[in-house]
């Protein structure tokens, strides 16, 4: 009987070693230990032993449960331990890791470009002001004294909604705007999108953008506008850079000027960004034309005004070293990232 209750301890340890899950602990448990195990039975027979036998049978059987039991119950703590363990392991947290931050978009070059044209102008005491991108045929070209047949207003050129409602080709309706419903002094700047029917290409698209700008007061003469073009370019392309005035022709100024800057790369000596020139053509300009005073309700005789107006996307092009304008407008996020 004691070497049967030996045998039964030594099984079941060696079985409870090999046990690695829960599951196969209680298979354990009950088998050995349970109401219909091999102890019991021993346990329940001992009535049929000669009375000298029974308490030893008796202390060894109740050993071996106690041992069994536990056996039992370190092995079960064990495999809790190790299975919080791998619990641990895998719900692993580490909070001072470097968070995966979202991907932000950034600021548009042309949008950040025109911001700094317009806070250039916004210190001269500019303001900013708005005008409507349908147009009509009056404001964008009648109120600024460009007659029926002049070349500008071909459907060649310009998109037409009907007969007197277009996609503004300019951003100079807004000086008439702005001076039909303001009394001088006037000084403000527009940035906006303009529209021209042009088939695109590395230096062409149909929608582009342009900042026009508009002085008008008493005495106001061409040396304002030369001072107020130096000041620009120095802080918009650096201190040293010197502004040239070519005479040209618009039909709102007269007298009209292309306005060039001195190479910011090679400060004139003639580079790549140049061509060679040393100078870089960015706006045209002028003394505003009586005409266009005289439609917007302003006495020419009282009043002399300036004008100007530059295009975002040569400066945006020049300023970065992009040579293909079609990169501003295919939203390609390797280009874009590039800028914030
Ligand atoms: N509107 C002209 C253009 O689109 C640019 C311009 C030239 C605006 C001279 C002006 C100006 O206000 O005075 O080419």
Redesign the pocket.
């Known amino acids: 009987m004691k070497d049967r209750l030996m045998n039964l301890q030594a099984e079941c340890l060696q079985k409870l070693d090999s046990a690695n899950t829960l599951a196969a602990l209680e298979e354990i448990r009950v088998t050995y230990l349970g109401k219909k195990g091999p102890l019991t039975e021993i346990l329940r027979g001992m009535g049929a032993l000669p009375a000298e036998e029974r308490p030893i049978v008796g202390e060894i059987a109740n050993q071996v449960r106690t041992t069994l039991a536990d056996a039992l119950a370190a092995k079960k703590e064990a495999l809790g331990a190790a299975a919080d363990a791998a619990r641990l392991e895998a719900e692993k947290l580490d909070v001072t890791a470097p968070a995966v931050l979202k991907n932000l978009g950034g600021r548009h070059p042309i949008a950040l470009v025109q911001e700094e044209i317009e806070n250039i102008f916004i210190s001269m005491g500019f303001s900013v002001e708005d005008g409507p991108e349908v147009e009509t045929d009056y404001y964008n070209f009648e109120a600024l004294n460009t007659p029926a047949d002049h070349p500008a207003r071909d459907v060649q050129d310009t998109f037409y909604v009907t007969e007197k409602v277009l996609l503004r080709t ?1 951003t ?1 309706p807004v ?1 008439a705007r702005t001076m039909e419903k303001t009394n001088p002094p006037i000084r403000m700047i527009c940035p906006g999108r303009v529209y021209r029917s042009d088939a695109v290409d590395a230096t062409h698209s149909p929608m582009f953008h ?1 900042i ?1 700008g508009l002085v008008v007061d008493r005495g106001i003469t061409m040396g304002d506008l030369k001072g107020t073009l130096d000041l620009f370019a120095q802080k918009m392309f650096g201190e040293q850079t010197k502004t040239r005035f070519r005479p040209h022709h ?1 039909p ?2 007269e007298p ?1 000027a292309e306005v060039d800057v001195s190479c910011f790369v090679c400060g004139g000596e003639g580079c790549s960004l140049c061509k060679g020139e040393g100078w870089i053509e960015i706006l ?3 003394m505003v034309h009586p005409n266009v005073l005289r439609a917007s309700g302003i006495d020419p005789e009282e009043y002399s005004g300036f ?3 530059m295009g975002v996307e040569r400066i945006v092009m020049t300023r970065y070293g992009i040579n293909d304008m079609r990169y501003l407008y295919e939203n390609d996020v390797r280009f874009l990232r590039q800028f914030s």
């Open positions: 300019q100079s000086q342009q026009e618009f709102f100024t009209s045209g300009a002028g004008a100007f107006g």
